[in-house]
């Protein structure tokens, strides 16, 4: 079965698209689309909590809808797809609120599925963050159930560690286990754009010609969500320029200084996470956009005793895991295959992920 994947992360970057074929697991192509930069901007006021009103939320979900449906028609056309080969497509959507531990748990993810699936005329699935929490889970990480199909080696301890806007972190072995660690990307590119124009740090430069500031790195760490247990699960409401901000009042700190220390914050909590896993991984492999962070990769390697390495050595881009979890997730549910993650997400029990949006 032929589906696509299309994911849009807490970097709020742009659009990952897939096509896999499920049996067997295959990536047949890939592509990225990026936000132009009035949709970024609309995105992370959204984000950000910023005062919206109703009016605008919908526009912005129609917006994304429209993205995402031009994004889809684009890459079939482009990669000459069949479009009668396409079961489906699974849309992750774009993440605005995620808010498991409320009285009344939500995940919140725009991109109006039913203008997608007219738009591009196939069925679109959907809401899978949601599916879980309505399931008792926290509705992320969602990972781990294809790291553990990708990437189980028998008699191994297998670690993967997702580095986009928010890290999580997957332990495969007998058992699965997986959890957000906390901030990633989503705090090193907010800063590194707001002291130097750029979307990110290029290689992790500007950060490594910082020094670590070691009461601001203790202050960060000391926040609660580090020490909480598994299953857990965080976003860009919680770890934000806020939430960082909040920490920066008593003494002036050079930016670049900022930056190197939030390097070294998504390093010591991964570090903390991984070293506090029973059995300890064997290998740990890296995907997400920090991959492409080669100060923050040699810094994980410095810290880690395992070997570090990113998922592109076993011949899965480093940027398609999570467009491929949707065009995974989406075949499964097409095929009415429930998928457990009780271990990850702590819901109550395994089932299909997703909503279907058809055509008729």
Same mark, same amino acid.
Request: aromatic share 8%; charged share 20%; net charge neutral.
């Given at each position: 079965?032929?589906?696509?994947?299309?994911?849009?992360?807490?970097?709020?970057?742009?659009?990952?698209?897939?096509?896999?074929?499920?049996?067997?697991? &295959?990536?047949?192509?890939?592509?990225?689309?990026?936000?132009?930069?009035?949709?970024?901007?609309?995105?992370?006021?959204?984000?950000? =909590?910023?005062?919206?009103?109703?009016?605008?939320?919908?526009?912005?979900?129609?917006?994304?809808?429209?993205?995402?449906?031009?994004?889809?028609? @684009?890459?079939?056309?482009?990669?000459?797809?069949?479009?009668?080969?396409?079961?489906?497509?699974?849309?992750?959507?774009?993440?605005?609120?995620?808010?498991?531990?409320?009285?009344?748990?939500?995940?919140?993810?725009?991109?109006?599925?039913?203008?997608?699936?007219?738009? &591009? /005329?196939?069925?679109?699935?959907?809401?899978?963050?949601? +599916?879980?929490?309505?399931?008792?889970?926290?509705?992320?990480?969602?990972?781990?159930?294809?790291? #553990?199909?990708?990437?189980?080696?028998? /008699?191994?301890?297998?670690?993967?560690?997702?580095?986009?806007?928010?890290?999580?972190?997957?332990?495969? =072995?007998?058992?699965?286990?997986?959890?957000?660690?906390?901030?990633?990307?989503?705090?090193?590119?907010?800063?590194? @754009?707001?002291?130097?124009?750029?979307?990110?740090?290029?290689?992790?430069?500007?950060?490594?010609?910082?020094?670590?500031?070691?009461?601001?790195?203790?202050?960060?760490?000391?926040?609660?969500?580090?020490?909480?247990?598994?299953?857990?699960?965080? /976003?860009?409401?919680?770890?934000?320029?806020?939430?960082?901000?909040?920490?920066?009042?008593?003494?002036?700190?050079?930016?670049?200084?900022?930056?190197?220390?939030?390097?070294?914050?998504?390093?010591?909590?991964?570090?903390?996470?991984?070293?506090?896993?029973?059995?300890?991984?064997?290998?740990?492999?890296?995907?997400?956009?920090?991959?492409?962070?080669?100060?923050?990769?040699?810094?994980?390697?410095?810290?880690?005793?395992?070997?570090?390495?990113? +998922? #592109?050595?076993?011949?899965?881009?480093?940027?398609?895991?999570?467009?491929?979890?949707?065009?995974?997730?989406?075949?499964? @549910?097409?095929?009415?295959?429930?998928?457990?993650?009780?271990?990850?997400?702590?819901?109550?029990?395994?089932?299909?992920?997703?909503?279907?949006?058809?055509?008729?």
């Amino acid at each position: 079965m032929k589906t696509l994947g299309v994911m849009s992360g807490t970097s709020a970057d742009g659009i990952d698209i897939v096509l896999i074929e499920d049996e067997p697991l &295959t990536l047949l192509a890939r592509g990225y689309f990026a936000f132009d930069k009035a949709l970024k901007s609309r995105v992370l006021a959204a984000i950000q =909590n910023k005062p919206l009103t109703a009016s605008e939320m919908a526009g912005l979900d129609a917006d994304l809808g429209e993205a995402y449906s031009a994004a889809i028609n @684009h890459f079939i056309t482009h990669n000459q797809i069949d479009k009668s080969s396409l079961r489906a497509i699974g849309l992750h959507g774009q993440t605005v609120a995620h808010l498991p531990d409320n009285a009344v748990p939500n995940s919140w993810q725009l991109g109006h599925p039913a203008w997608v699936a007219a738009q &591009t /005329g196939l069925p679109v699935i959907c809401d899978f963050r949601r +599916t879980d929490i309505s399931h008792g889970g926290q509705g992320a990480p969602l990972a781990p159930a294809l790291h #553990e199909a990708l990437f189980k080696q028998t /008699g191994r301890t297998i670690g993967v560690l997702n580095l986009g806007g928010i890290a999580n972190l997957t332990l495969i =072995n007998d058992n699965l286990m997986g959890f957000d660690v906390g901030p990633a990307n989503c705090l090193l590119d907010e800063w590194c @754009h707001q002291y130097t124009g750029k979307a990110y740090d290029d290689k992790g430069q500007w950060g490594q010609a910082g020094q670590v500031r070691q009461p601001l790195l203790e202050a960060m760490l000391s926040d609660p969500y580090f020490r909480k247990p598994a299953p857990k699960s965080t /976003g860009r409401e919680y770890f934000n320029q806020r939430w960082l901000r909040a920490f920066l009042t008593d003494n002036p700190i050079q930016p670049v200084d900022v930056q190197r220390t939030l390097i070294e914050l998504v390093v010591q909590s991964v570090l903390r996470a991984v070293n506090n896993c029973q059995p300890s991984p064997d290998l740990l492999m890296v995907a997400g956009g920090g991959v492409h962070n080669h100060f923050l990769m040699a810094c994980l390697q410095q810290g880690l005793k395992c070997p570090v390495f990113s +998922t #592109e050595k076993q011949g899965i881009g480093a940027d398609d895991i999570e467009a491929m979890l949707m065009a995974w997730l989406a075949a499964r @549910h097409c095929r009415g295959l429930k998928t457990d993650l009780r271990s990850v997400t702590g819901c109550q029990k395994a089932h299909v992920y997703g909503i279907y949006y058809g055509i008729y």
